[in-house]
Structures are given as C-alpha cells and as structure tokens.
C-alpha cells in the first residue's frame, strides 16, 4: 500500500510537471499576440531574426508566468504546511486572516507612500514584503495565541479566530482604500482581490529571496509536520520540542504567504485546494505531501492567470477571482463531506 | 539504584493541584506499577516523570539530570511514554508509524537508516506484529492497535518505558499479551518499566514493586505480596478484599470485594 502511494506520487508529479510545461508553452504563445512554437523558441533563445515579441515575452509575459508559479507555489506549500500543523483540513493562509494582515501592512504601506504597484521604485517594491510579513506575522501570532488552551492548539478555535480576525482587517483595508485617490484606489482594489497584471521582473526579484530562504526549512520539516498528526503527548514522548516546531513552521509559512500576498495582493483558496488535492493523490507522508502542492500550486495559478486574462479578452479578470471560482464550490464541498 | 525520580514535585492541571511535595524514585530494571483510585494523580505522576506535563515546581531527575536541563530529543532517547490514548491518522502504515519511534535519532534531516531499520524490525518482532506491517491502523482490532503503538516505543530503544494504563479497553486475552510483552521486554533487556493499572491482580502478578496513590500521596510501596493485602486496599481503595495466594505465580491474588459503605448498608438491613 505504501508503495502504491509511492507510485501514485510519481505519477501525480509527472503528470503535473508534463501539465506544466503544456501550461507554460500555452501561456507564452497564445494571447492577444499569438506565437508559433518556432517564433517563441527562436525568442527565448534570443535567436529570432527581427526579435519583434521580445518585449512582449521579456517584459510581459514570462515575469508574469514565473510570479504566477512563484507565487502558487508559496501558496500551495504554505496551506500544505498550515493545515499540517493545525490538523484542520479547512486550515488555509486565506481563512486564518493572513493574507487579510499582510493585505492591511501592504495596503497601509501604499495608503501613506503613495506608491502604485506599477511603479518603478525599487527600494519600495523591496520593502512591501518586509510590511506584508510583519502585518502577515501580527496576523498570525494573534490567531495563534488565541487559540491556545492548555498550552495546545485548538483547531476549531484557530479557524474561527483566524475567520474573524481576517474579516475585520478586510474591513480595516476597505476602509483605507477608499480614503485613497482614484488613481491609487484602483490599484488597491485590483490587487485586494489578487492581481498579477501589474507582474515584472522586480516583483519577481522580491519573492524569490523569500522563497529561497524558506522552502528549505520547510521541506526539510517534512517528517516533523508527519508527527504533527499524532497526540500532543505522542509528539512530546517522541522528543519533538511542540511549541518550537509549531512556531517554526508557523513562522516559515506565515512568511511565505506574506511574501505572496506584498506582490500579487490576496489569492485566496490556493492553500486550501492544493494540499487537499495533493494529499488525495500521495498520501499522508508530507515528504510526498510538501512538493507535490507545491507543484499543483503553480499549475493552478498559472492556469487560472492564463484564464484570467483570456477567456473575457481582452478585459482581463483578477487572477484572485478565477482561483475563487475554482476554490469556492471546492471549499463547500469540502464542508459537505467533513460533516458526513 | 534508580535512573529515575522526583523530588517535592507539584503537578496539575491549570490552577487545579493534583499532588505536591512529592518524593519517589524508581527502581532500575524492574517493573513498578501505580494503582490507585480514579483522580488519585498515578497519570499525572507518570505524565510529569515523561515531562508530557510540566511541573508547577519540584524536580525529575532523569541518571540524576534535572529533566529540565535537557533537549527533550535526547529525553527521548533516554525514555518513552506511552499516553493513555494515542492518535494516528488512520490511513497511516503500522510500519510507518513504529518508524516514528526512530525520530528522537533524527539529528537535523540526517538519520542513521541502517540503526533505524533495525530497531524498527526489532520492535516489530518483540511486539509481535509482523503480519500487521503492511495494514493501515483503522484496519486493526483495539489490541492489535495497542502492540503498534507498544512497537513504536519500543523502536525508541529506551531504558526507561513509562506506561499509562496500557491495558485499557483491551480484552482479558489481549490485556495479558501485552502485560506478558512488557514482562519479557523487561527480563531480556532489563528495561525500567513504569506503569499505570487498574487491575490490582495484573498489578501483583507483573510487577515488582507496586505503588498505591491516594488523593495525590504515595500511601504505600513495596512488593506484591505486602500491598496486596486486605489492608492496604482497604485504605486506599475503600473496599473490602478478599485475598489468596496463587499457588502457580506465588502471587497474591484479589478474588472478590465489596464497598465497605454497602456492607455498611448490608449491615444495616440485617439489624
């Protein structure tokens, strides 16, 4: 059986990374300017003769490609992570008022510098993150101290804290939005629902550091997020120091989540779908668990960009909301079935 | 000798005190048992020596080292507990799980996988399980379910095993498979061995030592034959045992008993 997992697993990534790539060619060729295979090759090579779609590839659309799976990615592990060490499957950066905390620090920040996301300060772009993490962070830390008990963590009380407090700030970031300028509130409003359509290579700059960092201290907590799924006392017998592990590992998500959110606003419901998918195809083992969301995170956000900006060409829809129109009916059904 | 014991130790729950001042040292390699009423505190005891549950104040000491001052990963190398009822995700392996034993040797990702397959296949073999390796937990009987999670402690390779109620729930045939388990575990590998019952016959008949609580106080400790007495159950338990020696075990053995309040009451009727 642990091999029929095993080979699962195997499957699952090949056939999600043979997905990826399809996606990948797809959303470079096709689109207002469409391209044959030839003219993207040559151009990616830098060897088209008359190089007329570099900019467009160079400056548009691989930037926007690689934060959409940068940014699915982040997300994808990040829920992996969050509903391993909560052990609530409904647990997501999005419901547990992260994205809502970073989204309010960011917001804030563009409210008091006056910068809009298509600017080109470089030292400000860099910064956002730096303010998403602590507003991500404080976010976080409150969820997690108020559902403590007994110097364990509710679950049911980690969701519903984290529900609330999402909310509120939702409100709070509303609210300032709409003491900004025109110019700067339509800005805001797109990217408070999730937005990739201000994506460049300094977005991408800013997640990547973030990235680097902590997807290596998460996928080596692999066989520790394992034993989260055990009793409290099992863990403590077994030696694993609970709170520290907890705070790591809340710590590394929490980052990445807000990495995320500073560049492409909130794209909420990709922490939840992609470990559930992920889990029904692998397993429990975290070791499959970890990349395989990983991996479905990118596909997902790059596919659903890819139908953002095309299916109503050339208006162009919220990356946030197309994964809202995938994750919504998801989440429900998830409801559903806990309940049976 | 005792690689294990606690002094003027207090221990509870939020601002509810279940024992302090408590003095007790555990014996090495030998089994001890804990019995006592319901509340008396023999599972917080246990769970404070395992350090699942801090300590309000006082000191364990684990070969004489405050428990306090170690990595709880190298407790663990040291000593195992196992809790009352333990959790699993039901879809994970038998195997898998005992493979969990071998965490307290994980040093940052980096394991000694050809150690680790072995005291998992020893574990494995002590507790019997080797037709079970390959199920999943929810496929397996209340004592099956038991000997895993005995294996997993097993795998941990401990000097010390603190168990909490190890028997419960289990039937009469799976209760003596797994007390005999410890019994063996304990006469091959000379492990200390620390556990909660509440059968007082169980008790006598694979212990060395036995301890009886009483609302948060040791009130007596000693071997089976003089704890298992008409008078020391009387104290601690309120009861009225009947007692003999079992001739095969040269143990004794509670027969029957009655509440000494309905005998009381019995009395009553009678007049």
């Known amino acids: 059986m642990a091999e029929s997992n095993k080979l699962r697993f195997t499957l699952s990534m090949a056939a999600g990374l043979v997905l990826l790539i399809m996606t990948l060619y797809l959303t470079l060729s096709y689109g207002i300017n469409e391209l044959t295979a030839a003219g993207l090759i040559q151009t990616l090579l830098g060897s088209h003769p008359t190089g007329e779609y570099d900019v467009l590839i160079y400056q548009f659309r691989l930037p926007r490609l690689i934060l959409a799976g940068l940014i699915g990615g982040g997300l994808g592990l990040a829920g992996a992570v969050l509903q391993g060490i909560s052990r609530n499957g409904l647990a997501d950066p999005g419901i547990l008022g992260i994205n809502a905390g970073a989204g309010f620090a960011v917001i804030l920040f563009m409210f008091f510098f ?3 996301l298509g600017g080109a300060d470089w030292m400000a772009i860099l910064a956002m993150p730096a303010f998403g993490l602590v507003g991500g962070l404080a976010a976080a830390l409150f969820v997690y101290f108020f559902s403590r008990e007994n110097g364990r963590l509710d679950s049911q009380r980690f969701l519903l804290t984290g529900i609330a407090l999402g909310s509120g700030l939702s409100a709070c970031s509303l609210y300032i939005t709409l003491k900004m300028n025109p110019a700067d509130f339509q800005t805001a409003a797109l990217w408070s629902v999730g937005s990739l359509s201000y994506a460049n290579w300094a977005c991408v700059l800013t997640v990547t550091p973030w990235l680097l960092l902590l997807v290596p201290v998460i996928l080596q907590k ?5 034993l989260f799924q055990l009793d409290e006392s099992s863990m403590r017998s077994l030696g694993m120091n609970v709170e520290r592990e907890q705070g790591i590992l809340l710590l590394c998500s929490t980052g990445l989540v807000s990495a995320c959110v500073a560049v492409s606003g909130t794209i909420g419901f990709v922490g939840l779908i992609v470990p559930h998918l992920a889990k029904s195809l692998a397993g429990i083992s975290h070791q ?6 990983a991996l479905l995170g990118m596909l997902l956000v790059i596919l659903a960009d890819f139908m953002a900006k095309n299916v109503f060409a050339p208006a162009e829809l919220a990356v946030g909301i197309m994964v809202a129109l995938i994750g919504v009916p998801y989440f429900i059904y998830l409801l559903f079935k806990s309940k049976a | 000798m005792s690689n294990l014991r606690v002094e003027k130790l207090q221990a509870g729950y939020d601002r509810r005190l279940v024992f302090q001042d408590l003095n007790f040292a555990v014996e090495e390699g030998k089994i001890t048992t804990i019995i006592g009423p319901n509340g008396c505190g023999k599972s917080t005891l246990l769970k404070t020596m395992g350090r699942i549950l801090r300590q309000k104040s006082g000191t364990v000491y684990l070969y004489d080292q405050d428990i306090r001052q170690l990595a709880t990963q190298e407790i663990a190398q040291k000593l195992a507990v196992l809790p009352q009822n333990p959790v699993a995700p039901a879809e994970l392996k038998v195997e898998e799980l005992v493979a969990y034993g071998r965490f307290p040797y994980f040093n940052h990702g980096q394991r000694d996988a050809a150690a680790d397959r072995q005291a998992v296949e020893w574990a494995i073999q002590m507790a019997n399980i080797m037709h079970l390796r390959h199920r999943e937990l929810s496929q ?7 000997r895993v999670w005995l294996a997993m402690a097993l795998a941990q390779e401990t000097a010390i095993l603190l168990l909490d ?6 039937d009469m045939v799976h209760q003596l498979e797994v007390l005999t388990l410890i019994k063996h575990l304990n006469q091959m590998r000379k492990t200390t061995v620390v556990m909660v019952l509440h059968d007082i016959n169980h008790a006598a008949r694979f212990s060395h030592k036995i301890v009886a609580m009483k ?3 040791i009130v007596a400790a000693g071997t089976p034959q003089t704890i298992v007495t008409a008078e020391v ?5 309120h ?3 009947r007692i003999m020696m079992d001739p095969r075990e040269g143990v004794p053995v509670c027969f029957s008993y009655d509440t000494i309040q309905s005998e009381n009451l019995a009395a009553g009727v009678q007049a």
């Not at chain 1, 692999?222 to 394992?226: F, G, H, K, S």
């Not at chain 2, 159950?233 to 338990?237: A, E, S």
Request: no cysteine; aromatic share 6%.
């Open chain 2, 165 to 170: 109620e190890p028997t419960t729930y289990l």
């Open chain 2, 215 to 217: 609302a948060g106080r």
């Open chain 1, 114 to 116: 006056r910068i809009s």
């Open chain 2, 239 to 241: 009861i009225d045992a």
């Open chain 1, 288 to 293: 499959r668990i970890l990349p395989l969301a």
């Open chain 1, 222 to 226: 692999a066989v520790v997020l394992d």
């Open chain 2, 233 to 237: 159950l009387r104290t601690v338990f």
């Open chain 2, 140 to 146: 397996l009987s209340g004592g099956e379910r038991q």
